[in-house]
């Protein structure tokens, strides 16, 4: 319009209001524009508007975005956990594995909780597993770990060591108590019926020190708990002893 300009803004006076122009040339109509008059009253208000609704909506895309990042967050502390979980059990047995059970262990020992470490052996393991088959030596190991979950309580911490030989830390526990404990696992393990319907005769030999009388470290507890563990297999295995003061 203004000089053969094809589009373009200019202010104006109209009925008494001052008002914005806006004016674009239609191409396929040479000489024709399309001419927007608007009172800056009204652009005043509607900038207004959209600075309400830009705010509204801004706010509302940030708390999607915050909430979204906080999920995120959540799923990985999550699965993170379940993976350490993992890391920590054996598969096999589905008690602790012996890096997890050293370090519950040690949690206690720093505590100074009292307990009763014990170190457990599955009696003429190698022949079983020569004897029946490497899938009926998994069995065995499976039905051990089974047995200590339901013979001990249930803060007891209970781990594989390694092999067929397993381990626990009884807690706030006299040796009497114990000892009985020790008697019903004996019974419970004694029969294992293998996938075959034949059933055979296990046993377990045991060696217990306790917390802090006869060690006051992981180490120096493993040590002792396996000095009584060795008396018990040079005198016929199939039971439990105490490590001598």
Same mark, same amino acid.
């Given at each position: 319009?203004?000089?053969?300009?094809?589009?373009?803004?200019?202010?104006?006076?109209?009925?008494?209001?001052?008002?914005?122009?806006?004016?674009?040339?239609?191409?396929?109509?040479?000489?024709?524009?399309?001419?927007?008059?608007?009172?800056?009253?009204?652009?005043? *208000?509607?900038?207004?508007?959209?600075?309400?609704?830009?705010?509204?909506?801004?706010?509302?895309?940030?708390?999607?975005? $915050?909430?979204?990042?906080?999920?995120?967050?959540?799923?990985?502390?999550? *699965?993170?956990?379940?993976?350490?979980?993992?890391?920590?059990?054996?598969?096999?047995?589905?008690?602790?594995?012996?890096?997890?059970?050293?370090?519950?262990?040690?949690?206690?020992?720093?505590?100074?909780?009292?307990?009763?470490?014990?170190?457990?052996?599955? %009696?003429?393991?190698?022949?079983?597993? %020569?004897?029946?088959?490497?899938?009926?030596? *998994?069995?065995?190991?499976?039905?051990?770990?089974?047995?200590?979950?339901?013979?001990?309580?249930? %803060?007891?911490?209970?781990?594989?060591?390694?092999?067929?030989?397993?381990?626990?830390? $009884?807690?706030? $526990?006299?040796?009497?108590?114990?000892?009985?404990?020790?008697?019903?696992?004996?019974?419970?393990?004694?029969?294992?019926?293998?996938?075959?319907?034949?059933?055979?005769?296990? /046993?377990?030999?045991?060696?217990?020190?306790?917390?802090?009388?006869?060690?006051?470290?992981?180490?120096? $507890?493993?040590? /002792?708990?396996?000095?009584?563990?060795?008396?018990?297999?040079?005198?016929?295995?199939? %039971?439990?002893?105490?490590?001598?003061?």
């Amino acid at each position: 319009m203004r000089s053969g300009k094809k589009e373009g803004r200019f202010s104006a006076k109209i009925r008494g209001e001052e008002s914005t122009i806006s004016y674009r040339n239609i191409s396929s109509m040479p000489g024709w524009y399309v001419v927007v008059e608007l009172a800056n009253k009204n652009i005043s *208000d509607i900038t207004q508007h959209f600075s309400v609704w830009v705010g509204v909506y801004g706010s509302i895309l940030i708390g999607f975005t $915050l909430l979204y990042m906080l999920t995120i967050l959540f799923l990985e502390k999550k *699965d993170k956990q379940h993976y350490i979980g993992l890391s920590a059990i054996d598969p096999l047995t589905g008690i602790l594995n012996r890096r997890a059970f050293q370090n519950a262990v040690e949690e206690e020992l720093h505590k100074k909780v009292p307990g009763v470490f014990i170190f457990i052996d599955v %009696d003429n393991f190698k022949t079983y597993n %020569d004897t029946y088959g490497h899938d009926n030596g *998994d069995l065995c190991l499976h039905h051990f770990a089974r047995m200590m979950k339901q013979c001990f309580p249930e %803060d007891s911490i209970l781990g594989r060591y390694g092999g067929d030989e397993f381990v626990m830390y $009884l807690k706030k $526990l006299n040796i009497e108590t114990i000892q009985t404990y020790m008697k019903d696992f004996q019974k419970k393990i004694s029969h294992l019926t293998l996938s075959t319907g034949e059933q055979v005769i296990l /046993s377990a030999s045991a060696g217990g020190a306790a917390f802090p009388e006869q060690g006051e470290d992981f180490i120096s $507890l493993c040590r /002792s708990a396996d000095a009584a563990l060795y008396v018990v297999k040079q005198n016929g295995k199939a %039971d439990f002893k105490m490590k001598e003061m």
